[in-house]
Structure formats: structure tokens, C-alpha cells
């Protein structure tokens, strides 16, 4: 984690940036600065096209590259491996080579799957990897190219659990669930950091601002279950339908889950001078935020 001048870029590429649920939150949160934003989707360029990408890097000449685009339907990343290799470690690889040769910042997402989830305590970033799936074999791989590369300012930012405005997520289909059936069953035994991604945009932007590289973990502070979320959601959107906690044993998915993945801020919070606010707070604005059924 070398000091790379704090300064904002001039202009960022948000790949993802005007349809994905992660892209459109970083791209909005940079927008609050100074920053150009250049919200772009595969409708723009084509990711896999080196020539066209160079073209369009070329043509636009941002300062930062900013990658959230990703397979990150765990389950389906289990029937479609080469396509979850393909654009969460080729495509992170091929940015980072583009992004080495031009100088450029880039920041990419990984995910709290890249652990097996045998740890007690929260992960920090250096602690050993074990993916159980091939979403987070796939992720993996992706950190791994691009610290393989010489690319200046480097950010791999891992998350987890993502919720947010303008996409589906699992706090939206919980509420939508709720006022379809009788009672919900929610997973109870695997722990994680739900974090929304407006916090996760801002968070960004403060490591930018920061002027650091490296490997950070950047998830809203506090711990819980999916049952525990799911929860706290109902409670706070006002509606009543029983939920109960039932173990993973009894919820089967292609994909294998880490039982624990919490992940450690203390770097984010060393590199930044601030602390995420708690996942309740963040979700609390998320939830105010939907339309009322």
C-alpha cells in the first residue's frame, strides 16, 4: 500500500457503470466530485475486443478505469465456468495490461468468496485464500493476474453481500416475498457483511482520494445471517410476514457458501482516516428509499 498522490482522476471509466447494480453506484458516487464520469456497458465497447478497447481508451483518455462488470450469479458461475473465468480473470487481466501500458489507476471488485470460511474472526486482506466455488475460484483468479502486472495505484477492492437501488437484490426480493407468501425461510448459519452499494461508491472514492493501491477489504461495518437481513428489512419496510431461520443443510445450492466471511476494514479505515457506517444504517436509508407497496 505505496502513497500514489491523492488527487481525484480528471475522468474515470466505470465499466458496468450504467446497468449494473455495483457500476451505478461508484459511477454516482464519483459524480458527487469533480471526477468526469464515463458510465460505459458492453453496448459501448466491446470488453473482450483488445483493439477496440484500446480504441476507446485512446478516444476517451481517462485517468482511472474502474472495473464493475462481473458473473456474480454464484449458481449459474457452477453450470457456466468458462464464461465466470472469462469475465471475472480474463477481463480483470486484459484491464490491467491496458491499464499498466497507459498508467493508468484501475479499480476492480472481488468478493468475500474467495475464503472457505473456517475462520472465526473477520478476514483481513492478507489472510489465506480457499474458494469453495467456482464464482470465487474465478474471482481469484482475477486478483491474482492483476497483481501479477505492473499496473500503477492498483485497487482490488473486496465486498460482499451487496444490496442497493436500482437493481434486483436480496433485500428487494426479500420485501418482494413478504407480501406474496405466508412466512419466509432464510438461511440462519452463514455470516457475512451485507454492505449497500452507494457506501461501497463512496468508500471508493475516499481510497482514491487517499491516493493508496493494494488489496483492501470494503463492506459496511457489523456483522450478521441472511436471516438476520432479512429480518431487520422486514421490520424496517413495516411488514409483518413471519420469518424463520432455517440451516443451510435445508436450503441446497448449486454452489457451495462460506459459513463465515466477514471481512476486516481495519486497512480501509487506516488508509482513510474513516470508518464504514454499520450495515442497520446503510440499510435503513436503502429501505426508506423504495417505493411503498
Given at each position: 500500500?505505496?502513497?500514489?498522490?491523492?488527487?481525484?482522476?480528471q475522468?474515470?471509466?466505470?465499466?458496468?457503470?450504467?446497468?449494473?447494480?455495483?457500476?451505478?453506484?461508484?459511477?454516482?458516487?464519483?459524480?458527487?466530485?469533480?471526477?468526469?464520469?464515463?458510465?460505459?456497458?458492453?453496448?459501448?465497447?466491446?470488453?473482450?475486443?483488445?483493439?477496440?478497447?484500446?480504441?476507446?481508451?485512446?478516444?476517451?483518455?481517462?485517468?482511472?478505469?474502474?472495473?464493475?462488470?462481473?458473473?456474480?450469479?454464484?449458481d449459474?458461475?457452477?453450470?457456466?465456468?468458462?464464461?465466470?473465468?472469462r469475465?471475472?480473470?480474463?477481463?480483470?487481466?486484459?484491464?490491467?495490461?491496458?491499464?499498466?501500458?497507459?498508467?493508468?489507476k484501475?479499480?476492480?471488485?472481488?468478493?468475500?468468496?474467495?475464503?472457505?470460511?473456517?475462520?472465526?474472526?473477520?478476514?483481513?486482506?492478507q489472510?489465506?485464500?480457499?474458494?469453495?466455488?467456482?464464482?470465487?475460484?474465478?474471482?481469484?483468479?482475477?486478483?491474482?493476474?492483476?497483481?501479477?502486472?505492473?499496473?500503477?495505484?492498483?485497487?482490488?477492492?473486496?465486498?460482499?453481500?451487496?444490496?442497493?437501488?436500482?437493481?434486483?437484490?436480496?433485500?428487494?426480493?426479500?420485501?418482494?416475498?413478504?407480501?406474496?407468501?405466508p412466512?419466509?425461510?432464510?438461511?440462519?448459519?452463514?455470516?457475512?457483511?451485507?454492505?449497500?452499494?452507494?457506501?461501497l461508491?463512496?468508500?471508493?472514492?475516499?481510497?482514491?482520494?487517499?491516493?493508496?493501491?493494494?488489496?483492501?477489504?470494503?463492506?459496511?461495518?457489523?456483522?450478521?445471517?441472511?436471516?438476520?437481513?432479512?429480518?431487520?428489512?422486514?421490520?424496517?419496510?413495516?411488514?409483518?410476514?413471519?420469518?424463520?431461520?432455517?440451516?443451510?443443510?435445508?436450503?441446497?445450492?448449486?454452489?457451495?457458501?462460506?459459513?463465515y466471511?466477514?471481512?476486516?476494514?481495519?486497512?480501509?479505515?487506516?488508509?482513510?482516516?474513516?470508518?464504514?457506517?454499520?450495515?442497520?444504517e446503510?440499510?435503513?436509508?436503502?429501505?426508506?428509499?423504495?417505493?411503498?407497496?
Open positions: 500500500m505505496s502513497p500514489h498522490g491523492g488527487n481525484l482522476p475522468k474515470a471509466l466505470v465499466l458496468g457503470g450504467k446497468n449494473g447494480l455495483l457500476g451505478r453506484a461508484v459511477a454516482a458516487a464519483l459524480a458527487e466530485t469533480d471526477v468526469e464520469v464515463l458510465a460505459a456497458s458492453s453496448a459501448d465497447v466491446d470488453y473482450f475486443d483488445a483493439e477496440a478497447l484500446d480504441d476507446f481508451l485512446d478516444e476517451h483518455e481517462p485517468g482511472c478505469i474502474i472495473n464493475a462488470v462481473g458473473h456474480t450469479q454464484v449459474r458461475c457452477e453450470d457456466e465456468p468458462e464464461e465466470a473465468f469475465l471475472n480473470a480474463s477481463l480483470p487481466a486484459l484491464l490491467g495490461v491496458l491499464a499498466g501500458e497507459r498508467g493508468l484501475l479499480v476492480h471488485y472481488s468478493t468475500d468468496f474467495v475464503f472457505d470460511g473456517a475462520s472465526l474472526v473477520p478476514y483481513r486482506p489472510d489465506p485464500t480457499h474458494p469453495l466455488s467456482v464464482y470465487g475460484a474465478s474471482k481469484l483468479a482475477g486478483e491474482e493476474a492483476l497483481l501479477a502486472l505492473d499496473v500503477p495505484g492498483l485497487l482490488i477492492l473486496r465486498t460482499a453481500w451487496l444490496f442497493g437501488p436500482g437493481k434486483m437484490n436480496f433485500v428487494r426480493r426479500i420485501l418482494d416475498l413478504a407480501a406474496e407468501r412466512e419466509l425461510r432464510v438461511v440462519d448459519d452463514q455470516h457475512g457483511s451485507p454492505t449497500c452499494t452507494t457506501d461508491g463512496r468508500m471508493t472514492v475516499e481510497l482514491l482520494r487517499a491516493g493508496v493501491d493494494g488489496l483492501f477489504h470494503t463492506v459496511n461495518s457489523g456483522e450478521t445471517t441472511w436471516f438476520g437481513l432479512a429480518s431487520e428489512a422486514l421490520r424496517l419496510a413495516g411488514l409483518s410476514c413471519p420469518v424463520l431461520p432455517i440451516p443451510t443443510s435445508e436450503y441446497p445450492t448449486r454452489a457451495a457458501r462460506p459459513p466471511s466477514v471481512l476486516d476494514v481495519s486497512d480501509y479505515v487506516r488508509a482513510t482516516g474513516s470508518r464504514p457506517r454499520h450495515w442497520k446503510a440499510l435503513a436509508e436503502y429501505v426508506a428509499s423504495l417505493p411503498k407497496t
